[in-house]
């Protein structure tokens, strides 16, 4: 029998859609398409929004220490949105003040839920940064 080569040329369209596809959600310099991403790979983004929407998103526990001292800041995370729409491997990118609000970050994180977006019903699993800011009452922030 003969083996048939599959072409690597796309269709017009499929080359429209994905000039789209990338011109919108901005896909980070060295990720690969949404086609040749390993089905337990995440693709790398800027934002999940495209692919992903919140279903539950509680507020994080203030932390008790920085109550006591009156403290703001901010924790930038970098997690990936499994298939299934829950959290996972949480990397803390930057933290200001250092340590502070890390442990609510990554439970507030944590207990996060996504539901796929209509145009990603494969549930492709994407890794996002994502900014978490505390704002502690009467500091001007």
Known sequence: MRE??????WPASHLQWLFTFLMVVGLQAGTSSPGAAAEDEP??????????EWSRNE???YPRK??????S?????????TSKGKARDIEIVESVPEGI????TVTA???MRFR??????????VRVPFTLKFDFPGNGR
């Open 4 to 9: 048939q080569k599959k072409s690597l040329l």
């Open 66 to 71: 920085a109550v006591r001292n009156q403290t």
């Open 73 to 81: 800041g901010y924790v930038k995370v970098r997690f990936t949105i």
């Open 43 to 52: 693709l790398v983004l800027d934002g999940f929004t495209e692919y992903w």
């Open 109 to 111: 994180v944590k207990r």
């Open 116 to 125: 796929p977006t209509a145009s990603n019903s494969d549930r492709q699993p």
């Open 59 to 61: 507020p994080p526990t």
């Open 101 to 104: 609000f890390d442990r609510s």
